[in-house]
């Protein structure tokens, strides 16, 4: 099994950007589907972005799409999430997740399909 640390959260004004990292250690990176995931203050955590091992497959929800880009390094263990045009409304603790599958194209995107989970890095985004 991985383990997972996200960075690159933090303090930035509307409109601004963020590129949150998620780096994994342990077991075959490669093999594992990936997903950005998001819970605000009294929210239910929600997917962001997904993307299948082999980079070919990926998943945006339709409050991210056109402004967030996920993407992988599999030679670096590391998934990204570019964010861009940041609304007060993507402030939230971010999450990646890992889930090992049998196909590089798979793509998840439902919380409980995973079973790795970052710790969190906190986003907030000022008006």
């Known amino acids: 099994q991985v383990q997972l640390v996200e960075s690159g959260g933090g303090l930035v004004q509307a409109g601004g950007s963020l590129r949150l990292s998620c780096a994994a250690s342990g077991r075959t990176f490669s093999r594992y589907a990936m997903g950005w995931f998001r819970q605000a203050p009294g929210k239910e955590r929600e997917v962001v972005s997904a993307i299948s091992w082999s980079t070919s497959s990926t998943y945006y929800a339709d409050s991210v799409k056109g402004r967030f880009t996920i993407s992988r390094d599999n030679a670096k263990n590391t998934v990204y999430l570019q964010m861009n045009s940041l609304k007060p409304e993507d402030t939230a603790v971010y999450y990646c997740?890992?889930?090992?599958?049998?196909?590089?194209?798979?793509?998840?995107?439902?919380?409980?399909?995973?079973?790795?989970w970052g710790q969190g890095t906190q986003v907030t985004v000022s008006s």
């Open positions: 997740a890992a889930r090992q599958v049998d196909y590089g194209f798979q793509v998840v995107f439902t919380a409980r399909d995973y079973d790795t």
